[in-house]
């Protein structure tokens, strides 16, 4: 799906939500024509935002696994606090990476959550939620097999998905 599709989609799933807003960044972002960098994104919010402000990054387990593979992932602490949740297949990790441990307040996983307001950036902290099947990629093969994405997907997503007829001919 396009980014604009993605980021409809984004709206739609959180619409109601108190304190949750699609931000259209990444969307300016990829406008420029170069990679977009996690990096670069929490430089944006940490300048619009200060100095001061508290930022924190949400990412799956699966995307902490691979974390030092990324660009510029060292400087990541510096701009934001990472909260990693569980994602199926993807448990949270007790120990850590020798290098991640050197990047992050504390050394390793941050357990006071008061933290996260205490200091702008720089606690890894585990963030316990309930497991949730739906991903790109499962709601992409359940659409691609001909599958109902309902129980993957908020409806008003489903309904837009089916509306636009996405992820027909692509899965995986």
Do not use: K
């Amino acid at each position: 799906a396009s980014a604009q599709h993605r980021a409809q989609m984004v709206t739609l799933a959180i619409d109601g939500q108190a304190g949750l807003d699609m931000d259209p960044l990444e969307l300016a972002l990829a406008g420029s024509g170069r990679p977009s960098y996690t990096v670069d994104t929490l430089e944006h919010l940490r300048c619009a935002g200060g100095p001061d402000v508290s930022l924190a990054w949400l990412i799956g387990a699966d995307s902490l696994a691979s974390l030092e593979q990324w660009h510029q992932w060292q400087r990541l602490f510096a701009l934001a606090h990472v909260l990693v949740v569980s994602r199926p297949g993807s448990p949270l990790p007790q120990a850590l990476p020798p290098a991640l441990c050197r990047q992050v307040r504390g050394g390793g996983w941050d357990t006071d959550p008061q933290a996260l307001l205490q200091y702008p950036a720089g606690c890894l902290h585990r963030l316990d939620l309930p497991l949730h099947a739906g991903s790109a990629t499962a709601v992409r093969a359940a659409m691609a097999a001909g599958r109902a994405v309902d129980a993957l997907v908020p409806a008003a997503v489903a309904r837009y998905i089916a509306t636009h007829n996405l992820y027909r001919l692509h899965a995986g």
